[in-house]
């Protein structure tokens, strides 16, 4: 809503030194949002004063047709003979009256007026058209052509009020009566303790029977309508220049008198109005809900079929408008031929709801919905047909039919009942009962009662419905900038939870171990899952997939992590980062299969468990996933020596620190699963209750992966699920119990067929070692055909013993070290290397 | 060596003769002196101090004195050792000092060599500002509550008095989840983190005081300024008479834990269904504290020179909300209040543009480490 100062002077006296600035800030603290101040004017300087044309005479042989023209300008120019200029508009006539700036002028953005050479003429100054003069498009594209009873050399930074400031105000929802000059003059009425003019305090003629007809047939929808009707109109009668300028500086575009006089009344009372040609109206107008397959053709020129749900206004032929939100075409005033002469006035009020339904179902917002939506005051409507109707008499020479139509619903005031202390006891402030009362009088409310206040609510504050509405204003009026600053105290807490501190450490230690989160979208779609070779009843090619989504190419949501971080591993590569080691953890979404819609439930009271345990089964699986991918580099080359390159072993290592944090012993075993290189696929598990589950993957990419995504060679990727490291995890750790009795070492190399996983061989060697063991360590693998035979490899393990009362011997060590051979002997087939 | 020969006269015994003694021992002195290394030290030493050396056969005269010249030989003979072992001694450290100070020299290195072997990592500052902003009510006794991110519209709209025809139902700003056969899933992607209260208040008997962090959605476009995913961070308490001065508190308690004790919060009046009263909050400029508001001369680029920034909406809790989740309104109240994630990351920390926080460049991110 944009408000010009000077408009708003007019309904309260403010100070007159009060800037629009001033104003703002004060309306700010009163709760509404004004955006911007505008200056308008601010760097105009004159002399900018009416003109009148003289001659004109035609240049020729320019590109563009160009007049040099004579013009009266008085004694503005301070000789009296008439100022020379050309002109490169051409929607004028000798002895029209224009706006002409002198030498000497600045116009509004800095732009200084002085006598120029241009085509072949000296011009001594400008005639000027509204843009130039930073008063809006006015239609025209091209000069200010006055109308003709302004006299020659009156100052025109006056007359056509040049200079104001104009408050843009966002109007939140709750707020619709401020989509007026009397809704936002009511507010600073209040900021500055000043009495309000009230524009719809006006004479309104009692309601009989000789009004055009009307038939509500929806009186829910429709709950007044006010008919009045206006003949005798001068076709020929433009808007004064006060009435377009306010439209203007209003962010409206004058159009036609009446239709101007409907916009300035909407604006002026928040009442949305509309003018229908009496003489294209066919009997009575009605009020109803569309049929099946109607059309309406709007204003806009567009034909729309109606839903059943929408308002129409209708005539004997059928539709003629969308109530509340355009007019139709086959009733509208004609402003291009100048033939309306009779006008019926329409002031009505709709059910919010349906007119926002309507002008979201037809996508057309207008001036008229944006305020039924947010409400508009019921009791303005005949008020505001009355202040039409006398516009349009005094402007457009008509004159008032005496019929008055009024259909109305009957209805009562909404009152709330609200302990008179209710407020201090939302705002934690003692405000005192008189202070509560006077504050709910100046909105406009009437109060009763002493304890208990009895508060009738004002037809223009649909929004107070509840005690803390009423709240709300008390709070607002005293100032939440006077609220005090108190804190309370809550309940002594727990801390994070295990879950909590959890997904902290893995990151920490992801990003300790070298790791870089980023946050990727979860939007993907089948391509991605082409790329990364999933078979096509792969599970993750099941999704959730969006009604809207902002690429049609991603309309679902990720099942698995690695197409976004792989995604940002690509772009960080691609901008010249090589050496990539990324993780995140965030949840992926697999629907259940067992969605089903759950039943719309009422808002008022609490569900069932039933009924909530029925909107959490419509809700897909939402896991917590961490991954991580690694390209390039791992340890980079230097100084010290050679660098190491990322490889599967570092993706597997990265699931084993995540496992670690979670205090979950990761199980390792070989597996081929895309989107991973099949020979250089881990396949994670934990242990659930005793029983083992895949919790994850991790290896080298399948390098047809890595070509289908661009992805720099041997790309790395481990994909886990937090959620299962989780339910794995051990809890709280038991301290070990340190021997500092010596240490016996062992070793031992061992020869097994090449696929026996050395996972089994150190599992078999640690049970086989038995108690005195301490620890064991893969100290080198080692392959020779030569010396081992074809197809076979040799581990070498180093082990520790020791025992907590005593020094083993060496027969001691010996022994269990011969018992641990043994069971690798028999578990895996191996030998000890000689 | 000779036997004990009573007869003996010592003063005939030629090498130990005073005069000889002292010979032997200003030898060994000249000797070590001499040495300039380790190795000729040693040589030195066993010429000198060795079985074979003339003290160590002088010494081994002695038993052959007649008892009465023993104890005069003995004595100087072991004055001589122990004068020529005492130097030896002496000049071993003294050549030893001399070799580890060589030595250590030669081990210098260039300490200023960069080492980048494994560049660190970093956690997303995204990350880490929400576990910030959570860790300061942590601190005052707030839990923190997660919920899913695919929610059911009746928890993130319905319950929280965000009627059917409200427009932030509509498509203009929220992702619908497709239900089977082109009907309404009844889901969405949570437009904020709000749903988590409505869970943490059906979860728990009050007084409730959580924090909600977490991703939430919007269609909108991305830009230098918006994000279809951010991150937000929300507040609920619920307990009996509480106002909406603890409100202001609370929030004025956050911009000083997190901005410092002379920041303090402004409350404007505002619109939100989930609220009432409701209300913008600001934080004062953190950088300029105001300072810059008027004063060309002193332009505040973090606040523009408003000497307030924007931080998010807040209120007390709709009595309609509080009824939806089963607490009587008529016995308890309660605030909330939430904001953006990435719009205090970029007023916090200088960021100019909201694509670098979703793109996952390394660069970006490796800065900020592992806490902000």
């Known amino acids: 809503m944009r408000v010009p100062l000077s408009w708003l002077r007019e309904y309260v006296d403010l100070p007159a030194t009060e800037t629009g600035r001033d104003v703002q800030a004060k309306l700010i603290s009163a709760g509404l949002e004004v955006e911007t101040v505008e200056q308008l004017g601010a760097d105009l300087k004159g002399p900018l004063v009416v003109g009148q044309v003289l001659t004109i005479e035609e240049l020729e042989g320019f590109k563009k047709p160009i007049r040099f023209c004579t013009v009266d300008v008085g004694r503005a120019n301070g000789t009296g003979e008439p100022q020379e200029i050309v002109c490169g508009a051409r929607n004028f006539s000798v002895g029209d009256k224009v706006v002409v700036v002198l030498p000497g002028a600045t116009l509004p953005g800095g732009f200084s007026i002085s006598a120029r050479k241009t085509y072949g003429k000296t011009s001594h100054g400008m005639i000027c058209s509204a843009e130039e003069l930073g008063m809006g498009d006015d239609g025209t594209h091209g000069i200010i052509v006055l109308p003709p009873e302004h006299e020659v050399g009156t100052d025109a930074i006056e007359l056509l009020q040049l200079v104001d400031e104009v408050l843009d105000i966002a109007v939140t929802p709750d707020r619709g009566y401020c989509l007026s000059l009397r809704g936002v003059a009511r507010e600073a009425a209040i900021a500055y303790g000043r009495p309000l003019l009230d524009p719809a305090l006006l004479d309104v003629p009692a309601p009989n029977a000789y009004g055009h007809p009307v038939k509500v047939s929806d009186p829910f929808g429709c709950d007044r309508f006010t008919a009045r009707t206006v003949t005798g109109l001068d076709p020929e009668a433009r808007s004064p220049i006060w009435l377009q300028r306010r439209l203007q500086k209003a962010g409206m575009r004058p159009i036609s008198l009446a239709v101007d006089i409907t916009n300035y009344v909407m604006l002026e009372l928040g009442q949305p109005l509309h003018a229908y040609d009496r003489t294209r109206v066919q009997g009575a107008i009605g009020v109803r809900r569309a049929e099946r397959g109607e059309q309406l053709t709007t204003l806009d020129g567009v034909t729309r079929t109606l839903s059943t749900e929408d308002l129409v206004i209708t005539d004997e032929r059928g539709p003629i408008g969308l109530a509340g939100v355009m007019g139709g075409a086959n009733t509208e005033i004609d402003d291009t031929e100048g033939t309306t002469t009779e006008v019926v006035i329409e002031a009505a009020h709709f059910d919010p709801v349906a007119i926002a339904r309507t002008a979201r179902r037809h996508k057309l917002s207008s001036e008229a919905s944006r305020r039924f939506e947010r409400g508009v005051d019921p009791q303005a409507a005949s008020a505001a047909a009355q202040r039409t109707v006398d516009l349009l008499v005094l402007l457009a020479g008509g004159t008032a039919d005496a019929g008055v139509t009024e259909v109305v619903a009957p209805s009562a005031p909404r009152t709330i009942t609200i302990p008179a202390d209710h407020p201090d006891k939302v705002a934690g402030v003692s405000y005192g009962r008189e202070t509560v009362v006077r504050r709910l009088q100046q909105i406009g409310c009437d109060v009763y009662g002493a304890d208990e206040l009895i508060v009738t609510v004002p037809s223009w504050r649909s929004d107070l419905t509840d005690p803390n509405d009423l709240a709300e204003e008390v709070i607002r009026l005293e100032g939440y900038e006077n609220l005090p600053s108190t804190l309370p105290r809550p309940l002594p807490g727990h801390g994070l939870t295990d879950r909590q501190r959890l997904h902290r450490r893995v990151g920490r230690a992801l990003a300790g171990a070298g790791y870089v989160e980023a946050l990727n979208y979860p939007f993907l779609g089948p391509a991605a899952f082409d790329q990364l070779g999933l078979d096509a009843d792969d599970p993750r090619r099941t999704v959730v997939t969006l009604v809207n989504p902002l690429s049609d190419e991603e309309p679902a949501l990720r099942t698995t992590l690695l197409p976004g971080l792989l995604g940002a591993l690509r772009r960080n590569d691609g901008r010249g980062g090589h050496d990539l080691a990324l993780f995140e953890t965030g949840l992926v979404f697999r629907p259940t299969g067992r969605e089903e819609i759950p039943a719309r439930l009422p808002a008022d009271r609490k569900p069932t468990p039933d009924q909530l345990a029925a909107l959490d089964a419509a809700l897909p699986h939402q896991p917590r996933r961490v991954a991580v991918v690694l390209a390039g580099a791992r340890e980079q080359a230097g100084w010290w020596g050679k660098g190491r390159p990322s490889d599967w072993a570092d993706a597997v290592e990265a699931a084993r620190t995540v496992a670690r944090e979670a205090g979950a012993e990761l199980i390792v075993r070989a597996d081929q699963h895309a989107p991973w290189h099949p020979g250089r696929c881990a396949a994670l598990y934990v242990r659930v209750d005793g029983e083992e589950v895949l919790a994850g993957h991790a290896g080298e990419l399948h390098p047809r992966v890595v070509k289908a995504m661009h992805l720099p060679e041997r790309t790395c990727a481990m994909e886990i699920e937090l959620d299962l490291l989780e339910q794995a995890g051990d809890g709280i750790v038991r301290a070990p119990r340190i021997s500092s009795f010596p240490v016996a070492t062992q070793d031992v190399a061992l020869v097994v067929d090449k696929p026996v996983p050395a996972a089994e061989v150190e599992a078999a060697l640690r049970e086989g070692a038995g108690e005195l063991l301490e620890a064991i360590r893969l100290f080198d693998v080692y392959e020779n055909a030569e010396q081992l035979g074809d197809g076979r490899k040799s581990l070498a393990y180093a082990l520790r013993f020791r025992a907590p009362d005593r020094t083993l011997t060496v027969d001691e060590a010996s022994a269990a070290r011969d018992a641990a051979v043994a069971l690798a002997a028999e578990r895996t087939g191996a030998a000890l290397r000689g | ?372």
């Open chain 2, 1 to 372: 060596m000779s036997a004990p020969n009573k007869s003996y006269d010592p003063v005939e015994v030629e090498a130990l003769k005073p005069e000889e003694i002292e010979r032997m021992r200003d030898e060994a002195l000249a000797a070590f002196a001499a040495a300039d290394s380790l190795d000729a030290l040693h040589e030195a030493k066993v010429a000198h101090t060795g079985p074979a050396s003339p003290l160590a056969l002088a010494n081994r005269e002695i038993g052959a004195l007649p008892p009465h010249a023993k104890a005069d030989a003995g004595k100087r003979v072991g004055m001589a050792r122990g004068a020529v072992n005492k130097a030896l001694a002496a000049r071993q450290g003294e050549l030893e000092a001399e070799r580890d100070a060589r030595v250590l020299v030669e081990e210098a290195v260039d300490v200023t060599l960069p080492y980048d072997r494994v560049p660190a990592g970093a956690r997303h500052p995204l990350t880490t500002m929400m576990e910030r902003v959570a860790d300061v009510f942590v601190a005052m006794g707030y839990e923190i509550a997660e919920g899913p991110e695919a929610e059911a519209e009746w928890f993130n709209f319905d319950a929280l008095n965000i009627a059917p025809d409200h427009p932030a139902r509509t498509m203009q700003d929220t992702f619908f989840v497709e239900g089977g056969k082109g009907e309404d899933s009844g889901v969405v992607l949570r437009t904020h983190t709000s749903p988590v209260q409505i869970r943490s208040l059906l979860d728990r008997e009050p007084p409730v005081y959580v924090v909600c962090p977490g991703r939430v959605y919007r269609t909108d476009e991305l830009d230098a300024t918006h994000t279809p995913v951010f991150h937000q961070i929300e507040l609920l308490a619920v307990d009996e008479g509480l106002t909406m001065a603890d409100l202001k508190g609370t929030l004025d308690h956050m911009v000083q834990s997190l901005f410092g004790a002379d920041m303090k919060t402004r409350l404007r009046p505002n619109y939100f269904p989930f609220t009432e009263p409701s209300a913008e909050m600001d934080m004062l400029c953190y950088v300029c504290k105001g300072a810059s508001v008027g004063d060309p001369d002193r332009p505040c680029r973090t606040c523009s020179s408003e000497g307030w920034i924007e931080l998010g909406g807040c209120g007390m809790v709709n009595p309609r909300v509080l009824a939806a989740c089963g607490v009587d309104p008529e016995k308890y109240s309660g605030f909330a209040f939430g904001f953006g994630i990435e719009r205090m990351l970029m007023f916090r920390h200088n960021v100019e543009d909201m694509r670098d926080m979703v793109e996952g460049d390394v660069r970006f991110t490796r800065p900020f480490g592992m806490e902000i």
